[in-house]
């Protein structure tokens, strides 16, 4: 009998005024815990570095007109964080590496019991970028269909990216391009109009007015550019625009 009473007294159940008090009270005990934990000095440093590195990351995106970026963060602090006190005022951060993808941060806790410390940011940055949908091959043009605009992590890419495709649409191929790796520009070059030796058609203008004749290229001459050529009838040497196949323009 003895036993009986002892269980039914285990399973006693308080009255609720009681029983709410108790929980309010274990409540209590609880959530400062949870704050130490969110209030911590890594969690303070965590909050301020990243804070600062997406707005890096969004000066940069309008400064170079990124379009659709879309960025992760990973940061590296020292093992004494672990232990640093949480600090009772917000901590002053100052910028000490601004270049992405790695940005770097002085994070001061004023005070006699303060700390400092050196946080690093590594940004990792995704953009539309233009890939050869299928190889390309050394002095292919290359044309919209060959292209495509696919994400990529530009953060350890070295050389500037091609971002538009109408930027590299009707240029060469420099050299073979893979499939599906970023196009840089200087993987392209303008087209190869004029070979030395070609017989070209040399312009000259003047107002409204132009006459032509034939004339021999001295060198090679890609869209755009200046190259020497000799004046088929006079033989006299002029320098002249590359215009278009075989047409350069008598500067």
Wanted: aromatic share 6%; net charge positive; with cysteine.
């Amino acid at each position: 009998m003895k036993n009986d009473r002892l269980k039914r007294k285990a399973f006693f159940r308080l009255p609720f005024p009681l029983a709410e008090t108790l929980t309010a009270a274990l409540l209590l005990l609880t959530f400062p815990a949870c704050a130490a934990v969110a209030d911590s000095a890594r969690q303070q440093i965590n909050n301020g570095v990243l804070k600062l590195a997406e707005q890096a990351v969004k000066a940069e995106a309008a400064q170079k007109q990124w379009a659709d970026p879309h960025s992760r963060f990973n940061v590296f602090m020292p093992a004494a964080v672990a232990s640093a006190a949480p600090c009772p005022q917000p901590p002053i951060f100052t910028a000490s590496a601004k270049t992405l993808p790695r940005l770097g941060y002085s994070v001061l806790c004023p005070g006699v019991a303060g700390w400092r410390f050196t946080v690093t940011v590594k940004a990792d940055i995704y953009l539309p970028v233009v890939m050869p949908a299928r190889a390309i091959e050394r002095g292919e043009t290359l044309s919209a269909d060959a292209l495509v605009l696919k994400k990529f992590n530009i953060s350890n890419q070295r050389g500037e990216l091609v971002m538009k495709m109408e930027d590299v649409v009707g240029l060469t191929a420099r050299h073979a391009l893979r499939a599906y790796a970023p196009v840089k520009v200087n993987d392209v070059d303008r087209p190869l109009w004029v070979k030395r030796d070609q017989e070209v058609t040399l312009v000259s203008r003047s107002g409204e007015i132009s006459a032509q004749t034939s004339g021999l290229a001295l060198k090679n001459g890609r869209q755009g550019e200046v190259i020497k050529v000799q004046n088929a009838s006079s033989q006299r040497v002029v320098s002249a625009t590359v215009e278009a196949p075989g047409v350069v323009v008598v500067q």
